[in-house]
């Protein structure tokens, strides 16, 4: 009589590698309370304009040439997989700049154009510089500090977070996703994905 291969060798056989699972992000509840920013359209915008439909944000300066690219491409590929949501009035991006002193309207309009990000469902917000680091600390609970010293190189003067962050309709942040593989880490970009998979997830959830 032949002996049976167990179950899970079985699968390894037949099916191959199994892909790598990962923990779901944890379920947040942090209010993010009030603000107000102007849009790169010229428009003011503040936590109220923005409730009632999930949004998605993030934190970049134009000028960066580190990891702020690839957050951006993040929420562009967000753009294309979420338009559907986007255009029945659910879901928005937001964009924050960490450098509000050089980012101004214009220069947010020239990175946003760039990037083809949808003026009606993409925003780009610029600020008091103050201001943004204090909401970005304080109400996104997001690291930003401008660097100090002659060693600042251009495209590096700011530290910041390189999160995107899911917010509900009641303006409660309700997830903090990579925004850009962790390529330190050998499992980093399916782990990038699977996060982007959750927060897609959740939004489809949240719309509800």
Known sequence: MKRLLPFALLLAVGCGTRAPTFPAPPDLDYPIGAFS???????????????????????????????CPAVTNTMARLQADLKDEMKAGKVKLVTFTVDPARDDLKALKEYADARQADPAHWLFL???????????????????????????????????????????????????????????????????????????????????
């Open 37 to 67: 920013l102007t849009e790169r359209s010229g428009q003011t915008i503040t936590d109220k304009c923005l409730r009632g439909q999930v949004w998605v944000g993030s934190f970049v300066f134009t000028r960066c040439t580190g990891p």
């Open 126 to 208: 610029t600020g008091d510089e103050k201001t943004v680091h204090r909401i970005l600390q304080e109400q996104f609970k997001q690291a930003v500090e401008r660097k100090l010293g002659p060693d600042v190189k251009p495209g590096d003067e700011f530290g910041h977070s390189t999160h995107i962050v899911l917010v509900d309709k009641n303006g409660v942040i309700r997830g903090m996703y990579e925004g850009l593989p962790d390529e330190n880490m050998p499992d980093g970009q399916a782990r990038f994905e699977h996060g982007l998979q959750h927060l897609k997830l959740r939004v489809s959830e949240l719309v509800k």
